[in-house]
């Protein structure tokens, strides 16, 4: 039976409802993927669909929403498991059991179930998620990818008819994220369970997607057939900073311009976009790399690592040798695996971890030994997890909380605070508590928490978790203001787009040392680095870099053949886009 949802409004309060008058139908065994702006009520509506709210997060709740003609705000939540299988952004926050059998079986046995019917249940949803030779492994020493792998088995253990996913692969490197939506890739083919995911990571599902739905404040906008309503509404998404496919993306800015491209044959994948267009080149000569746009002789590194190791307990080691310079005014991107040691590097930048042996400083002055209040005046830090730095009751005081540490006049206080809440557009939450905040609304205000006090150096782990395309890039534009005004940035990241389109220098880490420090484009080219570092290459080259003057400006340019349908030098594109 379908999913129905009649006129359905839901809010923590009656007159700021987070889900406004919503009606739609999902048919079984689609394939639905969900987006909008962080805040758009995607993850409410999630909530909604096996009854968590509003039986255990109360809420204002009016209309109906049923599955498989259940009303999902009556059936108990422990009878709509075996219906709704509901897998969170963070598997570490869903894994309860010590191995990965027993957090299969946890469910089944809480049905009470015949012991071979269990037995039937794990052998099948450990061989749906490929994960049948960890069954003895301790859940703790699994990678991210493999964690949700288990998190999604414990679900589908439970037969649900619909898979609920919010935002799975958020938390996951670019091969955990491989991992499950080639898992999600599966189910599509082998069942005829009905999946509806919340994602931000458009180019890696998009092709297996029967249906698009867009929230935006708390209203369906766009629901339909993934290429027609990108066609129909792909510059609207964008404006909204909704992402698109980028392959997507480039077409519609060269319809833009004036190119002849029929909505009808829209590629969605570069796959489709070499179908249709064949006679583009498949590669270019890329330009020779420019300069860095700072040069470091005779300056003097703001943070300096020599020879710097470092080993958690009983553990093999984090970091390994590492030897680095950073500069002011430097904006870089920190990218790897999870465990390649690319937090640990940062926190022991910030005091938070000490090096095993080696020196570190800061404008010369060893970091282990600088009292963390003056260290703290320096460097700022934002959490990969903003729940790890959120102490506060209210938004505001959240912002206020390390000025008022220390004594700044109310007066002045006040006002800065106003001025960073509406720089990254959560002015109008100054009273919400901030864990009752969206993840991206989390993550905006864990960055702000470090704008007030303007440091010399701000790290931000993971900045674009949870976020919208708009808001990833609002945050990203505050940091470009920062580097201008000779502010160092060191940004951790799994998002490549990001990376390309920001960063001035990558530094690659794999195996517990740093394996490439390079401009952008030149780690984009490095094939050799980028298997090592089990990392993604981008689909198409970042057109906003070079689409004015060709492939001067490009950091990146992959040899695609998309990249150069911008450029009026290289092609006709009247020949190309017909």
Request: with cysteine.
């Amino acid at each position: 039976m379908p999913l129905i949802a009649e006129h359905l409004t839901v809010g923590l309060q009656q007159d700021r409802p987070i889900l406004s008058d919503l009606s739609l139908r999902i048919e079984d065994g689609e394939f639905v993927l969900v987006l909008g702006s962080s805040g758009s009520g995607k993850s409410t509506f999630a909530l909604c669909l096996n009854g968590i709210v509003p039986q255990v997060i109360p809420a204002y709740y009016t209309g109906s929403l049923t599955v498989n003609g259940r009303d999902t705000s009556k059936t108990p939540v422990s009878e709509m498991a075996t219906e709704v299988g509901l897998v969170f952004q963070d598997p570490d926050a869903q894994l309860i059991a010590m191995y990965v059998e027993d957090e299969i079986v946890f469910g089944p046995e809480n049905l009470l179930l015949e012991r071979d019917e269990i037995g039937r249940r794990l052998k099948r949803s450990l061989e749906m998620v490929g994960m049948s030779e960890f069954k003895d492994v301790h859940t703790w020493s699994l990678s991210g990818g493999q964690k949700q792998r288990v998190a999604i088995g414990s679900v589908l253990s439970m037969q649900p008819s619909v898979l609920v996913l919010d935002e799975p692969t958020s938390n996951l490197d670019p091969e955990g994220s491989r991992s499950v939506f080639g898992l999600l890739a599966h189910l599509r083919r082998e069942t005829d369970m009905t999946i509806i995911a919340i994602e931000h990571k458009v180019d890696e599902l998009i092709e297996y997607v029967d249906r698009l739905l867009v929230f935006d404040q708390g209203r369906i906008i766009v629901n339909g057939p993934p290429r027609e309503m990108i066609a129909q509404y792909g510059e609207l998404l964008i404006q909204k900073g909704i992402n698109v496919p980028q392959v997507s993306e480039l077409v519609l800015e060269a319809r833009r311009h004036g190119r002849a491209v029929p909505n009808r044959v829209l590629p969605l994948t570069v796959g489709e976009a070499v179908e249709r267009w064949p006679g583009v080149p498949l590669s270019s000569t890329p330009s020779t790399p420019g300069p860095r746009s700072r040069t470091h002789q005779q300056v003097e590194p703001i943070v300096r690592f020599e020879k710097v190791w470092f080993s958690y307990p009983n553990r093999p080691p984090a970091l390994m040798d590492i030897n680095l310079e950073i500069f002011s005014g430097e904006f870089i991107a920190i990218v790897g695996q999870n465990g390649a040691g690319k937090t640990t590097l940062t926190k022991l930048m910030v005091g938070l971890l000490k090096p095993s042996r080696g020196r570190l400083t800061l404008a010369g002055e060893a970091i282990p030994q600088m009292p963390i209040e003056r260290l703290t005046e320096r460097v700022g830090y934002v959490f990969q997890y903003p729940d790890n730095q959120l102490v506060t009751d209210t938004v505001f005081d959240e912002v206020a909380f390390s000025m008022r540490i220390r004594n700044v006049p109310e007066g002045q206080m006040k006002a800065k605070v106003e001025a960073v809440l509406e720089t990254v557009e959560l002015a109008h939450q100054v009273d919400r508590h901030p864990l009752t905040l969206s993840m991206g609304e989390k993550r905006r205000l864990s960055v702000a928490t470090m704008l007030v006090l303007d440091q010399d150096i701000l790290i931000l782990d993971e900045p674009t978790m949870g976020m919208d395309r708009g808001h990833i890039i609002s945050i990203m534009k505050i940091c470009r203001r920062l580097q201008e005004r000779g502010r160092t940035i060191l940004m951790v990241t799994h998002d490549m787009r990001i990376v390309a389109d920001w960063a001035d220098r990558v530094i690659a880490m794999a195996g517990a040392q740093i394996r490439l420090d390079s401009q952008p484009r030149e780690f984009f080219l490095n094939e050799e680095i980028l298997k090592e570092t089990r990392l993604a290459q981008l689909p198409i080259c970042p057109w906003r870099d070079c689409r004015h003057d060709g492939h001067a400006r490009c950091r990146t340019c992959p040899p695609d053949f998309l990249g150069m349908l911008l450029d009026p030098r290289t092609i006709d594109h009247s020949e190309v886009l017909r």
